[in-house]
């Protein structure tokens, strides 16, 4: 299966900034998809990115708070802009290398805003 | 009724105990059951998957699948004290255009004391 490598592992960030979260692949892939994790909750799917078009955004998500870039097959980005303390969560990157959505995901970035 | 249900526990068994790990859902187009672990401050890792009715084993882990039911398990034997994480089960269903749609659990917290 793919191995994913996903940074920062966590961070602690001021409310109304922003923070990059970078997903690296270790080999190409069409699709890349980005989860939340918050606690007492199933994961939930933010967006899925598709290397030279737009991002595809889930109800409830919208590009202007989770811009996602997606440069190439084997990388993407995720930023969360004008933090607040409800964006305070774990983000997941994951690709499908299966073909049934059996997703590998990456480590997860634990973000706290305060 | 949300489309997957599953008991967050936490469930604490004694080591070489029998754990059973359940969940229900309600959407007859779901295709594939996965079961994936997340030890603390890790992404989840897949750790079974099955496509139709019936028993997968692998090792101490079995998992079922009654579609008839709209029930999944899995079945832990001789458990572990490295078997403590979260299981998180997990389904989808074809959305189209040669890609599916991934629904989650949220997860029951599993500890097994030594």
């Known amino acids: 299966s793919a191995v994913i490598s996903q940074k920062p592992s966590r961070d602690i960030c001021q409310r109304g900034t922003s923070l990059t979260i970078q997903c690296q692949v270790d080999?190409?892939?069409?699709?890349m998809f980005w989860y939340r994790q918050q606690p007492g909750q199933s994961l939930t799917l933010i967006a899925t990115?598709?290397?030279?078009?737009?991002?595809?955004?889930e109800s409830g998500f919208v590009i202007d708070k989770f811009p996602i870039s997606r440069p190439n097959l084997t990388f993407s980005t995720l930023t969360v802009s004008n933090m607040s303390p409800e964006d305070s969560s774990i983000y997941l990157c994951?690709?499908?290398?299966?073909?049934?959505?059996?997703?590998?995901f990456g480590s997860g970035t634990r973000l706290t805003v305060v | 009724q949300k489309e997957v249900e599953q008991d967050p526990g936490p469930l604490s068994v004694p080591e070489g105990a029998i754990v059973s790990l359940n969940c229900t859902y309600s959407?007859?187009?779901?295709?594939?059951f996965m079961w994936y672990r997340q030890y603390s401050r890790k992404g989840p890792e897949l750790l079974m998957y099955t496509y139709s009715s019936g028993n997968k084993e692998d090792g101490r882990f079995t998992a079922q699948v009654d579609k008839s039911s709209k029930y999944i398990s899995l079945f832990i034997r001789d458990s572990q004290p490295s078997d403590s994480a979260t299981y998180l089960c997990a389904m989808s269903a074809y959305s189209g255009a040669g890609s599916y749609q991934l629904t989650f659990g949220k997860g029951t917290k599993l500890s097994v004391i030594p």
């Open positions: 990115a598709n290397q030279g078009s737009e991002a595809t955004y």
């Open positions: 959407n007859s187009a779901f295709q594939y």
């Open positions: 080999s190409q892939v069409t699709m």
């Open positions: 994951s690709v499908d290398d299966t073909g049934y959505a059996g997703y590998t």
